[in-house]
């Protein structure tokens, strides 16, 4: 019975994790040029506003979620055998995922000078990786290996 609580923290702790990705995904893309995208489609009321914004971290957090399932339930699977607990480990871990996934493995070859475009990509997908860590973390993380 144990085992079967686990596994549902483990999937809820997941789609949690996918939805705070998804925010610190969107709010760090779209933050400098929030109200004139908006204002730019016509939507110019702050409810209107909100809306469309929880409508993107949905979509994006569902996008999230399918994309990133398989290497997500790797690391939970080691982390869960290990009964790995720490936080800082699911933090460079999401990082780490959320690079590999946006940048390929080779994430490391796409380093470029500080202030272009390129940099502030991988600082926001790090940034969403790290957000989705810790509240998978949150959520399930810290009673890894309990089923043992």
């Known amino acids: 019975m144990m085992a079967l609580y686990r596994i549902v923290m483990m999937f809820a702790g997941y789609m949690l994790a996918c939805i705070a990705a ?4 969107a709010l760090g893309t779209l933050g400098p040029d929030w109200n004139e995208l908006f204002v730019s489609f016509g939507i110019n009321s702050a409810q209107a506003q909100s809306t469309a914004m929880w409508i993107l971290v949905g ?12 290497p997500a339930a790797l690391i939970v699977a080691l982390t869960e055998g290990f009964a790995l607990r720490s936080a800082i480990i699911y ?3 999401g990082g780490a995922l959320a690079l590999a996934l946006a940048f390929g493995l080779d994430f490391a070859g796409h380093i470029a000078s500080p202030g272009t475009d ?3 990509e991988q600082e926001v997908f790090a940034a969403a990786g790290i957000a989705g860590g810790l509240v998978y973390w949150l959520f399930a993380g810290r009673q890894a290996g309990v089923w043992k």
Do not use: K
């Open 59 to 70: 979509l994006g957090a569902l996008v999230i979620f399918v994309v990133g399932f398989l």
């Open 22 to 25: 998804s925010l610190v995904l």
């Open 118 to 120: 390129v940099a502030r």
């Open 91 to 93: 933090g460079v871990a």
